[in-house]
C-alpha cells in the first residue's frame, strides 16, 4: 500500500509540474506573438506614418529576438537535462574571451539605449600585449557569463554594470578563473536567493514597470556551473543591485 501511495504521489507531482511548464511555455509564446500579430496589424494599414512605423519595427524586432532567445534557451537548458552537454576543454586565450563577453553584452546595453547606465570591464589579468592562455571550456563560460551580464542589463535603469576578472585559489588547491558581475540594479531580496537558479522561476515584480523573461536564463547558468564543476556565489541588496561571482576551474598552459 506504500508503494501505491508513494507511485500515486510522484504522478500527481509530474502532472503539477506538467501543468505549470506548459502555462509558463504557453504564456512566453503567446505575448511576443500577440505583439507581432498587432504590429503587422497596424503596418498594414494605409494611414500609419512613418513615426508609428519606426516604433512599431522597434517593437517587432524586440519581439522576435525574445522569441529567439526563449527557444534557444528553452532547447539548450532541455539538452543540458538530458545529458547531450558535455565539457570540452580546449586551450583559449582569457583576454580575448573576456573582451567577447564584453563586446558582444554592451551591443545588448546600446540596443535599449539607456544612456544613464555606466558599463565597464574590470580585467585584472593582463593585456593584449602578453595573452594568457588557460585550458578549460570557454564556449560555455561565455555563455554562462552573457546570460548574467543580460540579467544586469534587463534589472538596472541607471548606475553602474562592472564585469571583472582574476585568478584565485578554491579549497581543495585548483586555480580557478573567477568572474563577477555587478550591478546597481533593482536587487533581488534575500528569500529569494535559493529561488532564482530555479527554472522558470522569477521573482514576484512589484512597482509600475514589468520586467520579461521565461526565467531560464539563470537556472542555465547553474546548470553550467556545476558542470565544470565551478562556483557561484550572489551577494544581492534590494534597490542597491546584485553581484554574481563565478569561479571555473582552469588550467594554465
Same mark, same amino acid.
Given at each position: 500500500?506504500?508503494?501505491?501511495?508513494?507511485?500515486?504521489?510522484?504522478?500527481?507531482?509530474?502532472?503539477?509540474?506538467?501543468?505549470?511548464? !506548459?502555462?509558463?511555455?504557453?504564456?512566453?509564446?503567446?505575448?511576443?506573438?500577440?505583439?507581432?500579430? $498587432?504590429?503587422?496589424?497596424? *503596418?498594414?494599414?494605409?494611414?500609419?506614418?512613418?513615426?508609428?512605423? =519606426?516604433?512599431?519595427?522597434?517593437?517587432?524586432? +524586440?519581439?522576435?529576438? &525574445? *522569441?529567439?532567445?526563449?527557444?534557444?534557451?528553452?532547447?539548450?537548458?532541455? #539538452?543540458?537535462?538530458? $545529458?547531450?552537454?558535455?565539457? +570540452?576543454?580546449?586551450?583559449?586565450?582569457?583576454? /580575448?574571451?573576456?573582451? /567577447?563577453?564584453?563586446?558582444?553584452?554592451? #551591443? !545588448?546595453?546600446?540596443?535599449?539605449?539607456?544612456?544613464?547606465?555606466? &558599463?565597464?570591464?574590470?580585467?585584472? *589579468?593582463?593585456?593584449?600585449?602578453?595573452?594568457?592562455?588557460?585550458?578549460?571550456?570557454? #564556449?560555455?563560460?561565455?555563455?554562462?557569463?552573457?546570460?548574467?551580464?543580460?540579467?544586469?542589463?534587463?534589472?538596472?535603469?541607471? $548606475?553602474?554594470?562592472?564585469?571583472?576578472? $582574476?585568478?584565485?585559489?578554491?579549497?581543495?588547491?585548483? =586555480?580557478?578563473? =573567477?568572474?563577477?558581475?555587478?550591478?546597481?540594479?533593482?536587487?533581488?531580496?534575500?528569500?529569494?536567493?535559493?529561488?532564482?537558479?530555479?527554472? /522558470?522561476?522569477?521573482?514576484?515584480?512589484?512597482?509600475?514597470?514589468? &520586467?520579461?523573461?521565461?526565467?531560464?536564463?539563470?537556472?542555465?547558468?547553474?546548470?553550467?556551473?556545476?558542470? *565544470?564543476?565551478?562556483?557561484?556565489?550572489?551577494?544581492?541588496?534590494?534597490?542597491?543591485?546584485?553581484?554574481?561571482?563565478?569561479? /571555473?576551474?582552469?588550467?594554465?598552459?
Amino acid at each position: 500500500m506504500a508503494n501505491v501511495n508513494i507511485s500515486t504521489d510522484i504522478h500527481e507531482e509530474a502532472l503539477k509540474l506538467q501543468t505549470s511548464f !506548459l502555462k509558463t511555455i504557453s504564456h512566453e509564446i503567446r505575448t511576443p506573438l500577440n505583439v507581432i500579430v $498587432g504590429c503587422c496589424d497596424v *503596418l498594414s494599414q494605409p494611414d500609419c506614418d512613418s513615426e508609428t512605423r =519606426e516604433m512599431l519595427v522597434v517593437q517587432l524586432k +524586440r519581439s522576435v529576438r &525574445y *522569441l529567439l532567445d526563449f527557444c534557444d534557451n528553452a532547447a539548450f537548458i532541455n #539538452s543540458l537535462e538530458a $545529458g547531450s552537454v558535455k565539457p +570540452r576543454p580546449n586551450e583559449f586565450d582569457v583576454i /580575448f574571451t573576456l573582451d /567577447f563577453i564584453y563586446n558582444s553584452t554592451k #551591443s !545588448l546595453l546600446k540596443a535599449k539605449k539607456n544612456d544613464s547606465i555606466c &558599463y565597464v570591464m574590470n580585467n585584472s *589579468l593582463g593585456s593584449h600585449a602578453v595573452p594568457v592562455h588557460l585550458y578549460g571550456d570557454d #564556449s560555455l563560460m561565455c555563455r554562462a557569463m552573457v546570460l548574467i551580464v543580460e540579467n544586469a542589463i534587463k534589472f538596472t535603469e541607471q $548606475g553602474s554594470i562592472t564585469l571583472s576578472a $582574476g585568478f584565485c585559489t578554491a579549497n581543495d588547491g585548483r =586555480e580557478m578563473l =573567477e568572474i563577477q558581475v555587478s550591478d546597481t540594479g533593482i536587487g533581488i531580496p534575500k528569500e529569494y536567493h535559493r529561488n532564482i537558479f530555479q527554472k /522558470f522561476w522569477k521573482a514576484p515584480q512589484t512597482g509600475s514597470k514589468i &520586467y520579461d523573461g521565461a526565467g531560464l536564463g539563470l537556472s542555465i547558468v547553474h546548470q553550467i556551473v556545476e558542470l *565544470l564543476e565551478g562556483e557561484i556565489a550572489l551577494v544581492s541588496e534590494v534597490d542597491k543591485g546584485s553581484t554574481f561571482s563565478v569561479r /571555473f576551474p582552469v588550467t594554465r598552459c
